[in-house]
């Protein structure tokens, strides 16, 4: 029987979101002494609870933007990883997969702009100016992260980009190109060091005034946002679904959730940046580097 490419990608996507918030519930349960057990099952908990609970809403709050943004960020990562091969098959073999990427990573601005916004609460509009300012800081040092394997491989397509990894992969000698790609990852997914737009000092920023449905879907897309970045990295720098014995869906998946669980890790021992020293990072440090290994790669495709 073959498996539409639509529901596995789906099926993967939410099996490793599931996961990932399986080990933040883990690492969360050994850090205060809790039992592991109740840990792992924090996604089904807490979905549980999300579900019972009664949304609430602010006076003059735009209600429909501000739920069409919390549900949008569970949408986009499924526009994302339409043009990764998690199975078999893309969804999506797009010749610009590349770009598609990139174009939906900046739907993630609008989206987090609106909860904020929308909610009518000034701890939740602070923090969506928190989150655009971080992601100024990283979203164009990511461009040129991004263009590095399309010029290796001579090809905006991924499933191009991961044919060219035969032998070597690109993550060998793109290591700065592969760490900032990380970073926006991270950035886009509001998530440990770059997640000031829901920092506890704003008593959770954008996701302040979520609650019940809207604020299950608004987690829920972080964590998938955290896996379809994570996908994406694998496949432009780790082969994607490349390697010995086993079929390739499973070396995909592996890789996608190797990616996951470190970036899961980074949340509890990285310290939380603000924005303005991130930008400083960014604009004198990231974009810097990031041109300088784009240039590598030109020369080494040009020699």
């Known amino acids: 029987m073959t498996v539409s490419p639509v529901l596995w990608t789906l099926v993967v996507l939410v099996v490793a979101a599931t996961l990932a918030a399986s080990v933040r519930g883990v690492l969360a349960a050994r850090s205060v002494g809790a039992p592991i057990r109740a840990g792992a099952l924090l996604p089904v908990s807490e ?5 019972r609970q009664e949304r609430r809403t602010l006076l003059a709050a735009d209600t429909p933007l501000w739920r069409v943004a919390g549900a949008g960020l569970a949408l986009v990562p499924l526009l994302m990883v339409s043009v990764v091969p998690l199975g078999p098959d893309a969804v999506l073999d797009s010749p610009v997969g590349i770009v598609w990427f990139n174009a939906t990573d900046v739907m993630v601005w609008a989206l987090v702009w609106l909860l904020g916004w929308g909610a009518n609460s ?54 700065v190109a592969f760490a900032v790609t990380l970073i926006g990852v991270v950035g886009s997914s509001v998530w440990g060091p770059l997640s000031p737009a829901a920092a506890p000092d704003l008593a959770g920023g954008v996701l302040a005034e979520l609650s019940g449905p809207d604020r299950l879907l608004a987690s829920a897309g972080r964590y998938l946002l955290l896996v379809a970045g994570s996908a994406f990295t694998a496949t432009l720098f780790l082969g994607g679904s490349q390697g010995p014995l086993l079929p390739g869906w499973l070396w995909m998946s592996l890789k996608t959730l190797v990616v996951v669980v470190a970036l899961v890790a980074v949340r509890d021992r990285v310290a939380l940046l603000r924005p303005d020293r991130f930008l400083e990072v960014g604009w004198l440090v990231l974009l810097p580097a990031t041109l300088v290994q784009l240039l590598v790669v030109s020369l080494v495709v040009a020699s």
């Open 47 to 51: 979905t549980a609870r999300l579900l």
């Open 122 to 175: 000034a701890y939740a509009l602070v923090g969506a100016f928190r989150f655009l300012a971080s992601a100024l800081a990283y979203e164009l040092p990511l461009m040129f992260a991004l263009t590095a394997p399309a010029v290796a491989a001579g090809s905006l397509r991924v499933s191009d980009v991961v044919a060219g990894q035969q032998g070597l992969w690109y993550v060998v000698w793109m290591p």
